[in-house]
T-cell receptor, first 115, second 114 residues
Framework: AQKITQTQPGMFVQEKEAVTLDCTYD???????LFWYKQPSSGEMIFLIY??????QNATEGRYSLNFQKARKSANLVISASQLGDSAMYFC????????????FGQGTELSVKP | DTGVSQDPRHKITKRGQNVTFRCDPI?????LYWYRQTLGQGPEFLTY????????KSRLLSDRFSAERPKGSFSTLEIQRTEQGDSAMYLC????????????FGPGTRLTVL
């Protein structure tokens, strides 16, 4: 079965500190991509970062980095130097290249950044 | 702004009515995806197009749902005889060409069925 699991329904972090959002996945496919999206209260899904299953280096995009551990099937998102504007829902998602690229999402983690 | 756009942003309708949503993808993006998101859940895949061809439909997409993408540009999602269980956010996303390409989402259409 193909599944994404986010075990943290809610997280709190102090402004300017780093935070890790957990994501584990289950698949027997070899070719897939892992994504993180941010969804503010307005509802729009904002792309943050991507990691391909064959990429050897962890992906980084500004303050976002993806801690990819293929053997453990985990793809945790690390946000450094949290800002108040980071408060939002965060979704981990997986796509399969042989299935048209459709995304399978986790349940999401609600991050609250405290001043 | 050349992002994905969706219209309307909000729709309130009575049970049994038909509704239609529109999605305009990023220019020259070949792939277009529809997802549905209910409260407190992650989005769920509904269907996708490559150019004008609809290549996959989820089992979530009952016979009351139909999607089109004439000429491979904008797409419409129609729900006939709406039910209260159809209340959700309907999200559209587009990606350039390949299955591995990143999908960029529109703002969504929030449907409320009374």
């Amino acid at each position: 079965a193909q599944k994404i699991t986010q075990t943290q329904p809610g997280m709190f972090v102090q402004e300017k500190e780093a935070v890790t959002l957990d994501c584990t996945y289950d698949t027997s496919d070899q070719s897939y991509g892992l994504f993180w999206y941010k969804q503010p209260s307005s509802g729009e899904m904002i792309f943050l970062i991507y990691q391909g299953s064959y990429d050897e280096q962890n992906a980084t995009e500004g303050r976002y980095s993806l801690n990819f551990q293929k053997a453990r099937k985990s793809a945790n998102l690390v946000i450094s130097a949290s800002q108040l504007g980071d408060s939002a829902m965060y979704f981990c998602a997986m796509s399969f290249y042989n299935q048209g690229g459709k995304l399978i999402f986790g349940q999401g983690t609600e991050l609250s950044v405290k001043p | 702004d050349t992002g994905v756009s969706q219209d309307p942003r909000h729709k309130i309708t009575k049970r049994g009515q038909n509704v239609t949503f529109r999605c305009d993808p990023i220019s020259e993006h070949n792939r277009l995806y529809w997802y549905r998101q209910t409260l407190g859940q992650g989005p769920e895949f509904l269907t996708y197009f490559q150019n004008e061809a609809q290549l996959e439909k989820s089992r979530l997409l009952s016979d009351r749902f139909s999607a089109e993408r004439p000429k491979g540009s904008f797409s419409t999602l129609e729900i006939q005889r709406t039910e209260q269980g159809d209340s959700a956010m309907y999200l559209c996303a587009s990606s350039p060409r390949l299955a591995r390409d990143t999908q960029y989402f529109g703002p969504g259409t929030r449907l409320t069925v009374l």
